[in-house]
């Protein structure tokens, strides 16, 4: 285990290293023009990167055992915070959505810590019940309320995207402890006409699924953003345009240094750039999935598949979206986007992954 620990803790800096890189690359224009500091973005990531070296180094001081006695402390207040976020005065509102809090010059969302919240507790909670997940009221149903309960808040925000993940990764979990297959098949097709209606009611989330399916039917409306990231990613060649000459960047490719900044690392790196990064993430997901079969104790195994797999769900679906592959969705990609709360807690995450991978 030692091996893939030092091989994951060597990734994992790689690719923050990589981020803060291509943060400052893809913003630094931006940045100029709206706030008159080119490196305005790239200060407040290293803030939160340092923020995000503090958090791993106190948590991988923690034995595991206090990580899984405080699953259901940290449970409770990712739920409260959820609920505190909803409220006028202190929830704050962006673009009709209230998933923030600011604090001073900097913002929190919730939503992040309770995903992996969520992940410690369905991992200390599969430990506690064993075999008992088979039983649907004694072991699977209150596991599948708390996931449940999670999601509803988080899409009450509202924020599809990031509910539909918990219910991914939570479910996931789930069946990888042991619960029946049927049960979790049960809940999925009776949640179906649910997740149709929340798409289809809204006219945003139905005009994001119709230009999916085509979105050179308006290129310079609805179907502006997909077909610049294609224009990104093309234009970049073999060995890309080069570090800082994105043209996509002059404010052409709305999110630039966010949700898309792959299509970014696409064009200034070419696809040698872009194959490296999905490389780095292939070891690091390959290395998690070695360690789930290797670690000792049912909490231990859990945990390491819980973070390992909510990240390459995160990432599937960030690179899936700037290549076309998915409807477009903000969610960033873990350790190169930019987004404070983003970055703190997978940056948290992969200590508690490497606790977890310690003495096997």
Do not use: C, H, N
């Given at each position: 285990m030692r091996g893939m620990r030092r091989s994951i803790f060597i990734v994992t800096m790689a690719l923050l290293v990589f981020g803060t890189v291509m943060i400052y690359s893809s913003s630094a224009i931006y940045a100029h023009e709206k706030y008159s500091d080119s490196m305005y973005f790239l200060k407040r990531h290293l803030v939160f990167l340092l923020l995000g070296f503090a958090l791993m180094a106190f948590v991988m001081s923690l034995d595991i055992s206090l990580i899984e006695r405080a699953s259901r402390p940290l449970i409770l207040i990712s739920l409260a915070l959820l609920l505190f976020v909803?409220?006028?005065?202190?929830?704050?509102?962006?673009?009709?959505?209230?998933?923030?809090?600011?604090l001073g010059g900097l913002s929190f969302q919730?939503?992040?810590?309770?995903?992996?919240?969520?992940?410690?507790?369905?991992?200390?909670?599969?430990?506690?019940?064993?075999?008992?997940?088979?039983d649907f009221f004694r072991g699977f149903m209150p596991a599948a309320t708390a996931i449940v309960f999670t999601g509803l808040l988080v899409l009450s925000q509202p924020d599809l995207g990031t509910a539909l993940s918990v219910f991914f990764i939570g479910f996931l979990m789930l069946f990888a402890g042991g619960a029946s297959i049927f049960y979790l098949g049960s809940i999925v097709l009776a949640g179906l006409p649910f997740i149709y209606y929340l798409i289809w009611s809204v006219p945003c989330r139905r005009k994001r699924i119709l230009v999916f399916l085509d979105p050179w039917r308006d290129p310079e409306g609805a179907g502006f953003q997909i077909v610049?990231?294609?224009?990104?990613?093309?234009?970049?060649?073999?060995?890309?345009a080069g570090l800082g000459q994105s043209a996509q960047k002059l404010f052409y490719l709305p999110e630039s240094h966010t949700d898309f900044i792959f299509s970014i690392i696409g064009e200034e790196l070419g696809f040698l750039g872009a194959a490296s990064l999905v490389l780095l993430f292939g070891v690091f997901i390959w290395q998690g999935m070695r360690a789930f079969f290797l670690a000792g104790g049912v909490f231990k195994k859990m945990l390491v598949f819980g973070i390992t797999s909510m990240i390459a769900f995160e990432v599937l679906v960030n690179i899936g979206v700037s290549s076309g592959l998915f409807p477009?969705?903000?969610?960033?990609?873990?350790f190169i986007s930019y987004g404070g709360s983003s970055l703190v807690f997978h940056m948290a995450a992969v200590a508690i992954l490497l606790n977890a991978m310690r003495d096997g």
């Open positions: 909803l409220i006028p005065g202190l929830g704050s509102a962006v673009a009709g959505a209230r998933r923030w809090f600011k919730p939503s992040e810590l309770a995903k992996f919240a969520l992940v410690i507790y369905v991992a200390s909670y599969l430990d506690r019940k064993g075999y008992k997940i088979k610049q990231s294609f224009i990104a990613l093309g234009s970049g060649g073999v060995l890309g477009t969705k903000g969610m960033p990609l873990p």
